[in-house]
């Protein structure tokens, strides 16, 4: 997973509560097992309408999202926070997320950053007339060129997760040490080559 220190960038905003994981990417798109090309069936449903928000040309190339209250609640499909970062997404701002939507987009790289409803307000409105924002995670700051600075809360795990690019593996693989010495200590119960 690449590093996610600080994303300066457009924003789309898609101003809906409740986007859930169907509406993100439908299931007819979820028969692959690769992690990738499922940005060009993001929002599938809505993106057939002319006038859907993400289609706007002020949007394209947009790196951050903003969006309401419960974004990717339904469904724990992790392929919704794949087709995201496909089509280019690095941050979603949102006022709160479903739960496992947010655990995927960690495993992702995706920052999924909690930001109150005032505050989305105004970074709406500063995007509005300049759209460029910068998410620093190692900050923990939003800043628009305005002059615009609005500090968020962000767990620990996730910022160094993201800050450092860890997946799971390479988590685990941090502690290899202390693994080797635990299982130097703890001789198996069984032997598992006398089971083959």
């Known amino acids: 997973m690449r590093p996610l220190r600080s994303v300066t960038g457009r924003v789309a905003v898609l101003d809906r509560a409740d986007v859930d994981t169907d509406q993100i990417i439908p299931k007819q798109f979820l028969k692959r097992i690769e992690r990738s090309g499922y940005g060009e069936f993001l929002f599938h449903d809505w993106m057939k309408d002319g006038a859907f928000e993400l289609r706007r040309p002020e949007y394209e190339r947009a790196s951050i999202l903003v969006s309401g209250r419960n974004f990717g609640c339904g469904s724990s499909r992790e392929h919704a926070a794949w087709a995201l ?22 495993k992702t790289g995706i920052a999924a950053v909690a930001v109150p409803p005032d505050d989305l307000t105004r970074v709406v409105a500063a995007v509005a007339e300049q759209n460029e924002l910068t998410v620093d995670l190692e900050a923990l700051e939003l800043s628009h060129p305005n002059g615009l600075r609005l500090g968020f809360a962000f767990d620990p795990f996730a910022q160094t997760t993201l800050l450092e690019g860890l997946d799971d593996v390479a988590r685990t693989l941090q502690r290899q040490e202390a693994i080797s010495a635990y299982e130097a200590a703890h001789p198996p119960r069984v032997d598992a080559r006398s089971l083959a």
């Open 85 to 106: 970062e496909d089509y280019g997404f690095r941050v979603v701002l949102a006022p709160s997320f479903g739960d496992i939507f947010r655990t995927n987009a960690l």
